[in-house]
């Protein structure tokens, strides 16, 4: 069974860091794009980031531009968000999600439906 589990969230201040992880088992996605997306209340989940399956590309929402970092590490099937300069308005139930198909493309990463797996989601909370 795959299961994807997301780590690291909390309750922060305006302007501190978070690192959220996401630990995939039951298969690998070395060859497999991921990406994280949130959900804030009362409105719709979007996408935050997105990573090709070798890290090569990488592509952010424009919210989120400049001060998130989304990596991967193939060897431990794993995909990361770093966090930087938290807002409020970045309050959300944050989701990682990773993809069936092999080798996606870059302009696909932003897109729901590229994502096949789902996290059960982590709460990222943020004060002013």
């Known amino acids: 069974q795959v299961q994807l589990v997301e780590s690291g969230g909390g309750l922060v201040q305006a302007g501190a860091s978070l690192r959220l992880s996401c630990a995939a088992s039951?298969?690998?996605?070395?060859?497999?794009?991921m990406g994280w997306f949130r959900q804030a209340p009362g409105k719709e989940r979007e996408f935050v980031a997105g990573i090709t399956w070798n890290g090569g590309d990488t592509v952010y929402a424009d919210a989120v531009k400049g001060r998130f970092t989304i990596s991967r590490d193939n060897a431990k099937n794993t995909v990361s968000l770093q966090m930087n300069s938290l807002k409020p308005e970045d309050t959300a139930v944050y989701f990682c999600a990773a993809s069936s198909s092999f080798f996606g493309l870059f302009g696909t990463l932003g897109r729901v439906s590229t994502y096949d797996y789902w996290g059960q989601g982590i709460q990222v909370t943020v004060s002013s």
């Open positions: 039951g298969r690998t996605f070395s060859r497999n794009s």
